[in-house]
């Protein structure tokens, strides 16, 4: 036997989820945890997915958990879980900032918050980080309006600009903006040497390299997916900063627990590169090139709190990216970050307060879509414990 659960299929930015509200799935969180692994085909050590809603990529292999607010400060509740493709885990301890952009729709969409045209703000509390995120969504006839002209690069059609507001994200996940009390260090990696890095925490924390440290331009997009020698020196770099803040006690145990976060990007000064769709990016037109992995895979655009962190970390004085930036950038309210699928700027507001840094706001525009709504089967087997028929 099966049983089915209510659940909405979302696009988010460039990512997709299932959204699910949070009293249709059990309240043991492990029963709940083995619940949507099996309702996304995970763990699959063929990484297809192919018994489950999974993707078999990581962007596409997202869950979304919202329950409204008892708070006054918030209309709803976000909880974001990466769904492993091939272990039994989610992941919980950082969030994603393309999925984010479909609770405001979603939220509206289901009658957890009444609609006002032609926008209305939905006062979200992110459950992983513990901040606010304000959206900004285009309403018609009561729902979420996804018609307009608003494109992001990565996906192929325009639709309705939501608008984030994410409210001082620093410390998203460690409490602190520089976790490290750094605004570099430097990491001793097996085979590789000393390698400087920025660890920066901003909507989801992040290992910043310099590409040319690695031997990289830093456009690369298809070498990286070819490459299992340069994913495991980043890998090697990432779960080592991993150890520095805490979330794991060696390299090993954070490549086994702690895949999702941190986050490893490689940046480089701006330049002209092809993205994956063949276009043309031309220098001028960005003010820094990010790569970022994504679960231990290229993110073939670029994650919407990688965007976020990356943008912030560009501001402090000192760290890996600021050096790349030029004088006007620097200045500018927005930062042009050149990813593989095109370019994504970023409202950044980073105010600096004697030797501190504070990240008051990042603002990031991003489309959304319903593309199914219905149930989800999952065998009964999963519902129950240990022991229990």
Known sequence: ?????????MRGGTSKAVFFRENHLPKDPEIRDRVILAAYGSPDPNRRQIDGMGGAVSTTSKAAIISPSKDPDYDVNYHFGQV?????????QGNCGNISSAVGPYAIDEGLVAAEEPITTVRIYQKNTKKLIIAEVPVKGGLYNEEGDYAIDGIPSAGGKVTLHFMDPGGSVTGELLPTGNVTDVIEVPGIGEITVSIVDAAN???????????????????IDAGAEIRQKLEAIRSRGAVMLGLAGSPEEASEISQDVPKMAFVSEPQDYRTVTGGEIRRDEIDVVGRIMSMGTLHKAYAGTGAICTAGAAKIEGTVLHGLLSKGALEASEI??????????????????????????????????????????????????????
């Open 336 to 389: 042009r970050l050149g990813h593989p699928g095109g370019v994504i700027p970023v409202g950044t507001e980073v105010e600096k307060k004697g030797n501190r840094y504070e990240y008051k706001e990042a603002v990031l525009g991003r489309s959304a879509r319903r593309l199914m709504d219905g149930y989800v089967y999952v065998p009964e087997k999963y519902f129950h414990t240990a022991g229990e028929k």
């Open 205 to 223: 924390p992040v290992v910043f390299v310099r590409a040319r440290d690695l031997g990289l331009r830093g456009t690369e997009i298809y070498e």
């Open 84 to 92: 492993s493709i091939d272990k039994p885990k989610i992941g919980y």
């Open 1 to 9: 036997m099966q049983v089915r659960i209510p659940a909405v299929y």
